[in-house]
């Protein structure tokens, strides 16, 4: 009696726990297919002014440090131009300032960080964040003509001021996406991540011949 009581209980366990692998490979499958999914996600455009494909508009203006500067077009002949929204009291744009110069370093790309306020606000903002060769510009017109609400929020420009990607960025890798965007060659990151996904579900559906 104790013997066959022996062998059910293990005949038991081994089927709980051959229950519990397949339910762990089901799960890990169903975590890849989630990351598949989602990742990875790049700077969302979340505005309505100049498309990408578009011009820039051209702005005449005077950076923090009275130097003239002339915004939406190469400040460096040959070199790429990246338009940074920012603002004094962002804390995100704080943190995400040495990332924009790592990346901008790495692509060859000059900075421009535009903001909006009073002087007083930034100036004591520059003061915690000191500049390192970017162009600092206070402007209310800019952010309006490409109408922008939310920052950070970058805008890539080519050598030509032609618009080459543009979206909110919080994260390093939300930067970067602006400079993938290109070398994918698509607008954003989010419609190459939906172009490439748009074969594999299509293999999903029965296809009928009549």
């Not at 460096?76 to 943190?95: E, H, W, Y």
């Not at 060769?133 to 490409?146: H, L, N, T």
């Amino acid at each position: 009696m104790t013997f066959e009581f022996l062998i059910a209980s293990n005949v038991l366990l081994w089927g709980a726990f051959l229950a519990l692998a397949a339910l762990m490979l089901g799960v890990i499958r169903q975590i890849g297919l989630l990351h598949e999914r989602s990742a990875p996600l790049g700077a969302m455009m979340i505005d309505h002014g100049p498309d990408i494909g578009e011009r820039s508009p051209v702005f005449n203006v005077t950076t923090i440090d009275e130097q003239p500067l002339l915004v939406g077009r190469a400040i460096t002949p040959g070199r790429n131009s990246l338009i940074m929204f920012v603002g004094p009291s962002c804390p995100v744009c704080a943190k995400l300032l040495p990332i924009i110069r790592s990346v901008a370093a790495t692509e060859g790309t000059d900075v421009i960080l535009v903001s909006d306020g009073t002087q007083a606000e930034h100036r004591e903002f520059l003061k915690n964040h000191p500049l390192n060769g970017e162009r600092y510009v206070v402007s209310a017109e800019i952010g309006m003509r490409y109408q922008v609400s939310k920052v950070p929020y970058g805008v890539l420009l080519d050598q030509d001021g032609v618009i080459q990607s543009k979206g909110l960025c919080n994260t390093r890798e939300h930067v970067e996406s602006l400079f993938e965007t290109v070398r994918l060659g698509h607008a954003s990151l989010q419609s190459y991540m939906k172009g490439a996904t748009a074969p594999a579900e299509s293999l999903g559906k029965e296809t009928h011949i009549h």
